[in-house]
């Protein structure tokens, strides 16, 4: 009569463990490439984001404008707040030189924000953005901006970076924004991983010269 191998308790448990562990390392590798795959994204996030944003006007994003509106300002007024923020691994001092301005629909104003390199070492980033309420990103038009450029700063340099922008007289004619008394611009610099080497002294083209902002 025929007999069937058999397999000991040991010899199964060690079949058992070296499945395991294949497992283990499988799931392991799975996870590293996970992690690779969202830190090199995370990098190339803020570029593809903005050209996103901007082509779309998705989430609050502002549009870009190259002059005045040819209507000019009218009599309504709105408050447009300032809010900066900087991602970790970016060792800058970012903020508003003004948390908020009230100004004519329509009015050209200039802002500046103010941008310190706190780190001993070169270091560059870029700058993300958004306006909120999100329904008014089609009507907040930029017509300068350090957004749209990455940033290189030299150990221990301080830099002020203009915003140029109006709100746009259409939003009148929006009802869902009868009611609307405040905008809020909001500013996130992440670090840029491999910036484009350029002089530092190329920043200089964002110093205050006179005031941007047209008279009335």
């Known amino acids: 009569m025929d007999q ?24 392991a590798s799975i996870c590293g490439g996970v992690v690779a795959l969202m830190v090199g994204a995370s990098y190339a996030a803020v570029p593809f984001y903005n050209w996103f944003c901007r082509a779309t006007g998705f989430n609050g994003t502002t549009q870009v404008a190259t002059s005045a509106p040819a209507s000019g300002p009218i009599a309504r007024k709105i408050a447009v707040r300032f809010d900066s923020n900087v991602a970790p691994g970016l060792p800058w001092k970012f903020e508003p030189e ?18 310190t390199n706190q780190a001993a070492r070169t270091t560059s980033g870029q700058a993300a953005y958004n306006v909120a309420p999100l329904t008014v990103g089609s009507y907040f038009q930029k017509i300068n901006c350090f957004c749209f450029t ?16 109006y709100v746009d007289p259409s939003i009148v004619g929006d009802h869902d924004n009868d009611g609307l008394s405040t905008i809020t611009l909001s500013y996130t610099f992440y670090p840029v991983k491999d910036p484009v080497v350029k002089p530092l002294a190329s920043g200089d083209d964002n110093k205050r010269k006179g005031n941007l902002q047209p008279p009335g």
């Open 98 to 115: 003004q948390t908020e301005v009230e100004v004519n629909i329509g009015q050209v104003t200039t802002i500046y924000y103010t941008v």
């Open 4 to 27: 069937k191998p058999t397999i000991s308790q040991h010899q199964s448990r060690t079949a058992g463990k070296g499945r395991g562990l294949g497992r283990d390392v499988l799931v």
């Open 150 to 165: 990455e940033q290189t700063m030299a150990p221990g340099e301080k830099r002020e970076m203009p915003v140029v922008f």
